[in-house]
């Protein structure tokens, strides 16, 4: 008997059929270009903005974050219009890599965090990569801003730690 690891559900295939889809509470769909970095200024607000939006969603209900899809549409009703070329050797994403940027990045600690680099058919040296955020349990969780985010309708919610929660 054989027992498929939870990671081989998520293939190229699968990503694929999210084209057309519309964001929700537990899905968002984000270009690989979200963790790159030509300018090497622009890393410590993008690993950041990396780290609010799982925040985000863990605060709310869980879900997914795929990194490697393009959206198109309106900004509250985005949806997935392609897969994107992903990561490759020479970029610095990795399922590794991210794991460590949200433990650094989010208190505290989604230990539950997963990642899954979804390697390409046409290229085995490039992959998208899906982010598998748990809800959040006890605390609320918040970034080295000090604010407690909410995901609604694919945008943050802002509260201060002191306030409103």
Do not use: C
Not at 20 to 32: I, N
Not at 82 to 92: E, I
Not at 146 to 165: N, T
Request: aromatic share 6%; no cysteine; hydrophobic share 35%.
């Amino acid at each position: 008997m054989s027992i498929d690891h939870p990671h081989a559900a998520w293939t190229e295939e699968r990503l694929g059929s999210y084209i057309g889809e519309t964001e929700t509470l537990t899905l968002e769909f984000k270009s690989s270009k979200a963790l790159k970095w030509p300018d090497p200024s622009q890393r410590k607000r993008q690993i950041l903005d990396a780290a609010k939006d799982v925040a985000a969603m863990a605060n709310e209900q869980g879900g997914v974050i795929v990194y490697g899809i393009e959206e198109s549409g309106a900004k509250t009703r985005r949806q997935a219009s392609s897969l994107d070329d992903g990561f490759g050797p020479d970029d610095t994403a990795s399922r590794e890599w991210f794991l460590q940027v949200a433990r650094d990045n989010i208190q505290p600690p989604l230990t539950e965090l997963d990642a899954v680099q979804v390697r390409q058919e046409s290229d085995p040296q490039r992959f998208w990569l899906v982010v598998l955020v748990p809800q959040a349990t006890g605390r609320a969780r918040q970034t080295g801003d000090l604010l407690f985010l909410a995901a609604r309708r694919a945008r943050h919610s802002r509260h201060d730690s002191a306030g409103d929660r």
